[in-house]
Antibody
Framework: EVQLVESGGGLTQPGRSLTLSCSAS????????MSWFRRAPGKGLEWIGF??????????QYAASVKGRLTVSRDDSKSIAYLMINSLKTADTAVYFC??????????????WGQGTVVTVSS | SYVLTQSPSASVAPGQTATITCGGS??????VHWYQQKSGQAPVLVVY???ARPSGIPERFSGSNSGNTATLTITRVEAEDEADYFC??????????FGGGTKLAVL
C-alpha cells in the first residue's frame, strides 16, 4: 500500500525558513517524481514544485509564484522528499501536501497524496 | 501560463445530477484530471485522462472533455459528495495547473 506522510509543519515567523519532509512507503521511491502542493485558507489547490527521479537527473521545477524561495530535494536511500521554504511570508500559511504521480519524466495526475502538514506563518 | 476557469460554487439536491465545468483555451486537446477535496482532508483523484476512473471511485463520477470545456458529472448525488472539486492539467511548460475549484453543496 502506497503511503505518504508529511511532517515538519508548525508555527513560524515571517522571514524564517522551514523544511518539510514527506516519508514514503509501499513503492520503489526512486522510480517516481515527487510533487508538493498547498492549500491556503480560503484558496484553492496550488502546485508549488516537484523533483524528478534520478533517472531523469533529479531535476526540479517550481511554480512561478514561489520560484526562488523553494527547494525540493530527495533522499532515495531513506525514501524521503523534502521541501524547504525560505523567506517565509504570511501568505505561505497553508496545508502542505506531497503527492506521487506516475513513473517517468513528468506526472500528469496524482493518485497518491499525504494527509498534509499545517504551516502557519505569523509574527 | 495556462488558465483553467471553474465556477466557484454549485448546488444539487440528493439523487440529482451535478455538472461541474472547467474552461480553458482548447482544453479538449489536453488531458484533464479531477480531484475531490473534503474539508480537512487530502485531495482524492476521481477522474484522470478526461474520462478514466481510478479503482474505488464510484461509477457515478464521470468526465468528458471537448473544445474549450471539460466536465465532471456526478449522477445520483449523495450527501457525501459535498466537497470542493478541482480540475487540473499539465501545461506545455510542464507546470501543474489547477482550476480555482468548485464548492459543491448538496442541499
Amino acid at each position: 500500500e502506497v503511503q505518504l506522510v508529511e511532517s515538519g509543519g508548525g508555527l513560524t515567523q515571517p522571514g524564517r525558513s522551514l523544511t518539510l519532509s514527506c516519508s514514503a512507503s509501499g513503492f520503489t521511491f526512486g522510480d517516481y517524481a515527487m510533487s508538493w502542493f498547498r492549500r491556503a485558507p480560503g484558496k484553492g489547490l496550488e502546485w508549488i514544485g516537484f523533483i524528478r527521479s534520478k533517472v531523469y537527473g533529479g531535476t526540479t521545477q517550481y511554480a512561478a509564484s514561489v520560484k526562488g524561495r523553494l527547494t525540493v530535494s530527495r533522499d532515495d536511500s531513506k525514501s524521503i522528499a523534502y521541501l524547504m521554504i525560505n523567506s517565509l511570508k504570511t501568505a505561505d500559511t497553508a496545508v502542505y501536501f506531497c503527492a506521487r504521480g506516475q513513473p517517468g519524466f513528468a506526472s500528469s495526475w496524482y493518485q497518491y497524496w499525504g494527509q498534509g502538514t499545517v504551516v502557519t506563518v505569523s509574527s | 501560463s495556462y488558465v483553467l476557469t471553474q465556477s466557484p460554487s454549485a448546488s444539487v439536491a440528493p439523487g440529482q445530477t451535478a455538472t461541474i465545468t472547467c474552461g480553458g483555451s482548447n482544453i479538449g486537446s489536453q488531458s484533464v484530471h479531477w480531484y475531490q477535496q473534503k474539508s480537512g482532508q487530502a485531495p482524492v483523484l476521481v477522474v484522470y485522462d478526461d474520462i478514466a476512473r481510478p479503482s474505488g471511485i464510484p461509477e457515478r463520477f464521470s468526465g468528458s472533455n471537448s473544445g474549450n470545456t471539460a466536465t465532471l458529472t456526478i449522477t445520483r448525488v449523495e450527501a457525501e459528495d459535498e466537497a470542493d472539486y478541482f480540475c487540473q492539467v499539465r501545461d506545455s511548460t510542464g507546470d501543474v495547473v489547477f482550476g480555482g475549484g468548485t464548492k459543491l453543496a448538496v442541499l
